[in-house]
Every structure is written in C-alpha cells, then in structure tokens.
C-alpha cells in the first residue's frame, strides 16, 4: 500500500506544498520513503525531489507551479532508496508516474522497453509504466497512452500521471483506492480523502475500470476500457478537517482511543433500515459467515459470540484461510466482510468467491468508497470517521458495536442492544479520563523492560485477549502472547517462570471463577498476574478496574490494551502511529 496525491491548479501556485502537506496525512499508508513532481511556472522539464525516511517534519525547496504528484511509499520491489521512491520519470522527463499496487507482468514489459532502448534508473515495476507511456505517447494522445498502458499492466493497480505538455494529470484504478476532490477551480486527486479534506469535502471514488483527467479546467471521467466519457457525479461527505488532525493529542492513535466515547454509542444511531434488512436475511437463512483479516478478524471472533447469544451459529475465518471453505457458501449463506479500509486484499478475495457460490455479502466497514463496498450487496458503515493511525482501535470497536446490534436485531432485542450502547458510551464518558491514563502510565512504566507478557480470557474475554495482544505486539515490538485460559493446562502453562508478566481479562460472567481460578495456577507458578477487569481479587497482583457493563465488558478491556500498546510504546521510543514494517491496509496478497 502506497499514498498518491496530486493537485490541479493550486490555489497559491504552490502545489508541490500543498502536495507535501497532503502526504503528510497519507503518511499511514506507507512511510519507508516520499516523493514529489511538478512543473515549475514557465518551465518544460519536470522538477522531482525524493527521500527516504518520514515526511513528518519535511519540507520542500521545489519552485512555485500551479501543478504537482506525490507519493508516500511503502515499497514491494527496489529496497528502500532515494532513486526507488516515487515518481518515476520517462526518458525524457516530461512524464511522471506514482503508483499504488504490483505490476505483476513488469519483468516482461520491461525487457520489450529494453530492447527499444528506454534506459531504467530503479529496482521498481513501477519504472515500466512510464517508459510505457512514452512508447505509446510517440504515437498517440496522452490520455490514450496512459489508458492502454493500464490495459497492459497485470495485477490491481492505481497510478497517476503528471503530463508536463498538457499539463494535466490522468489517473486509472483497478483495485487500488483513488478519490477525486473537486474543489472551485482548484482539483485533487488521492488514495484517501483526508489529504484533500482541508480544500474539499465534495468526492467522487474512482470504481475499478474507471479513469480521470485533471487539467486546469476541470475533471472528466472516462472508462478506461473504451475511453469513453462517463458522468462525474459528486458527493458530499460529512467529514470535519479536525476529524484528519490530531486535535491536540501527541499521537493519532491516542486521540483515535479516547474518541470511542463517541464512535461507539453512534453505531446505535446509524444503520437502521440496512441492519434490519441484513438482520431479517439471517432470521430466515441462519447460515451466517464472517471473514476479516488482523483486528477486523478479533472483531468476528467477539461477534460470533453475540451471534450464539442470540441462537446463531455463526462461522468465523480469517480471510486468507477461507478458500477451501468457499465451497459451503451458497444462496442461503449471509457472509459478512469485515474490514476497516474495504481495501483488505484477502478480505476481497475471499468476498468475491463468497459471492461467486451465491452467498449475500454484507460489508461492515469503516472508510467510505472502498472496492468491499460495492462488491457487498448490503453495507453496514461503521461511522468511526477517518481512522489515521496505522494500530486500529476505534473501528475495531464500532465494527463490533455493529455487530453487537446486527446480532442482537436477529434475535429481537435490537432496543435493549441499543440502550446498553447508550449506556457504554455514558461509563466510557466518565471512565476513559486522565486518571485511567494515569493508572495505565503507571502500569507501562512498571512492565516497560518486559520483553515477553501472556495473556489469557474465555468466552467474550478470549477474542478481546488476542486484540489486546495484538495492541501491545503493533504498537510496542514486545512478544505478548494470547491463549484461551482453557488452553493454559494443555502446554502453554510451562511457559510460566517467577516474575513472567500475565494478564488476566475478565468480566463479571458464567466463566468468572474459572478464570480466576486460571489466574491461580499463573501465579503459583510465580506469574506477576495483573487482572484487567471490573472486579478486585486476590489472585490479582495488581489490577486495572474496567466498568461493568455486562456483555459489552470486553470494550472496555479492550480499551485497556489499547492504551496500554500505546504508552509501552512512547515509554520504548517507538512511533506508536506509525509501527515499523506495517502499513495501513493489505492491499496486496
Ligand atoms: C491491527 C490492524 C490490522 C488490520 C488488518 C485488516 O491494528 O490494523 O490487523 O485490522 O490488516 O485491515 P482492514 O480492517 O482494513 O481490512
């Protein structure tokens, strides 16, 4: 996964600025390297400026031009070096590309380019195309150049291409977001809306199969397939410029925790009609399937939960072990993807071959315009806003807040289900304060030179033990390992020494004293036992006291892991935003 940005016509004759600045808010979606081009005013020849390393704090020294790309990299071929990064110029250096996604036919594009001469400079697939434009620009439009490169180029792909001659910038999409910003006189083109969302909150997401043309003068749409013109229609999309700043909190990921008071309790208030119809479905078929990928896929775990409660069998997998189980979907079959950026590469396969055996698909997702979105044939919109950092934490809890619901309409308490979201909301208000802060602050410092921890919770308070794992794994780099307490007598209990660091969730439910009698054999083993629940105990050494909120307990347990990942990161020096090695969203298998 990579950032694209460009702008037509900048305001200020600034645009390689403004491009700078809209990077920076893409820079969740690849940090390894960035790069910028434009045409400086009065100039021909493209001006480029590349780096390693994070944009946060760049700055650029390129000229005043109304017309400028860039890109934020997180690289798949060519390591991570100045001449990798992107954009990548043509032989002539009138043409500049970016790119989201793999060529997976690069080799064989560019040993034909080779022998007609073009001389590549990177590692990249990404090179090929536009050495490609040029090949075909020697006899053709520009436009039609760049639409049959894309035809050419094998794999899901997003580019965009800054033309210095006409200067315009096209842009192609197959399974790569790409969003188009119209502002007055002034046009952004990005993989998300945040880098534009300072100018414009009027968009129009690119489908598969679908091409733009920026110049000075406007927009127009075009099917890449035929070149054909098609109708630009634009939405308006409720997003605030607050909602893609970081509002005063050192970090994305803290701010994106403490908005859960919020996020949660308005899953009750969206979705209405389309929960009702996605819950009517499951009443008559009960044949309800759940695939996710990483947190999304903890989310399914803790649903499939609510789903028995209410006398559902649901399934579970995670998205990249479905295929073998495709088979056993078929038109009785309600499958539920569920994913963050709707982007998720595994997560869409495992849609399509859900739909392909006729199964329904709904979709519960958080960004807006994603590929999940329209292939579903139901969606469940999360609501969270934009989620920013890297780490998920508020759409984990507004997917499962949803689900919750979905699962509680099936079984007809859809009133109650949404009262007690009310009421979570109303705790989480007064709970989720400095004090916690303090209290989860003091925890970290206390455990911070740990460099492994395991976790157990049953029931409910399994699925929220591997997300809590997760949240301290992403965001600290330290070996937190969850397990089932049912498992700990089966192996994983000789893992246990004198002062190994054990957490412990639970909630005041039918398996309580199970797990804690779990936590027992934790610390006769010499375990440090630090119970995350809303109770005291005796088998706890030390305890974070969540609310009570029945059932929904596990969010706030969640909420405790997810402050914690962050503080142990701070404490080890690490960019809780932005972790190492990761990206925002899989878009690649
Ligand atoms: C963890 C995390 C990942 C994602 C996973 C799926 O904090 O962010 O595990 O949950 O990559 O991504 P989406 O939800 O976009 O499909």
Not at 395 to 404: G, M
Not at 550 to 558: A, E, I, R
């Amino acid at each position: 996964m990579c950032g694209i940005f460009a702008v037509v016509n900048d305001k200020h004759n600034s645009s390689a600025q403004t491009v700078l600045e809209g990077l920076k808010k893409l820079e969740y979606r690849g940090y390894d390297s960035w790069g910028i081009a434009m045409k400086p005013k009065g100039g021909q020849v493209l001006q480029v400026e590349k780096h390693i390393g994070k944009i946060g704090q760049a700055s650029t020294s390129l000229p005043a031009g109304s017309i400028a790309i860039g890109h934020t990299r997180w690289a798949t071929h060519g390591g991570v070096t100045d001449t990798n990064a992107h954009p990548h110029l043509d032989c002539t250096k009138q043409i500049a590309v970016l790119h989201n996604g793999i060529v997976e036919n690069y080799q064989e594009l560019k040993a034909k380019l080779l022998t007609q001469g073009h001389v590549f400079i990177s590692e990249t697939d990404t090179e090929v195309i536009a050495h490609l434009i040029e090949e075909k620009q020697k006899t053709a439009k520009i436009e039609t150049a760049v639409f049959e490169t894309f035809k050419e180029l094998a794999g899901s792909n997003a580019i965009a291409v800054l033309d210095s001659k006409t200067e315009s910038v096209i842009a192609c999409r197959n399974g790569s977001p790409l969003v188009v910003g119209m502002g007055k006189d002034d046009y952004y083109l990005a993989s998300d809306v945040p880098a534009f969302l300072k100018f414009t909150n009027a968009v129009h997401f690119l489908l598969d199969g679908e091409a733009v043309i920026l110049t000075k003068t406007g927009v127009s749409l075009h099917d890449v397939e035929t070149h054909e013109k098609k109708n630009l229609v634009t939405q308006h999309l409720d997003w605030k410029v607050e909602d893609a700043e970081k509002g005063g909190f050192p970090h994305f990921l803290l701010k994106e925790i403490m908005e859960q008071k919020k996020t949660i309790p308005k899953t009750s208030q969206i979705n209405g009609e389309e929960l009702k119809k996605v819950a009517d479905k499951i009443k008559i078929h009960k044949k309800v399937v759940m695939v996710a990928c990483g947190t999304a896929f903890y989310c399914a775990l803790a649903a499939k939960y609510f789903f028995a409660q209410s006398g559902v069998q649901a399934q579970t997998y995670p998205a990249y072990e479905f295929l073998p189980f495709a088979k056993f979907c078929d038109k009785d079959t309600v499958f539920i993807a569920i994913s963050q950026s709707g982007e998720t590469a595994d997560t869409l396969i495992a849609a399509r071959n859900a739909k392909k055996a006729g199964a329904y698909v709904v979709a519960v997702i958080n960004a807006r315009g994603s590929t999940l979105e329209r292939l579903a044939d139901s969606t469940l919109l999360v609501g969270a806003g934009p989620e920013i950092a890297v780490v998920s934490t508020k759409a984990f809890t507004s997917q499962l807040a949803t689900l919750y619901l979905l699962a509680h309409d099936v079984g007809g308490n859809i009133v109650t289900a949404q009262k007690n979201l009310k009421h979570l909301g109303q705790v989480l208000e007064g709970w989720l304060n400095q004090t916690l802060l303090d209290k989860v602050i003091a925890l970290a410092k206390n455990i911070l030179s740990h460099e492994d921890m395991y976790l157990i919770g049953k029931h409910l308070n399994y699925p929220s033990t591997l997300e809590f794992a997760l949240k301290i794994k992403e965001a600290s780099y330290i070996h937190a390992e969850p397990f089932a307490a049912g498992e700990l007598k089966h192996g994983v209990i000789s893992l246990i020494q004198k002062g190994t660091i054990c957490f412990v969730l639970a909630g005041n439910d039918e398996v309580k004293n199970e797990v804690l009698s779990s936590a027992a054999e934790l610390r006769a083993r010499g375990g440090y036992i630090i119970g995350i629940a809303p109770f005291q105990a005796t088998e706890f050494d030390t305890t974070i006291q969540t609310p009570d909120v029945g059932d929904l307990t596990l969010f706030p347990n969640v909420i405790v892991g997810q402050l914690l990942g962050y503080f142990l990161g701070v404490g080890r020096g690490t960019d809780p935003d932005k972790p190492r090695n990761l990206a925002k969203s899989v878009t690649v298998k």
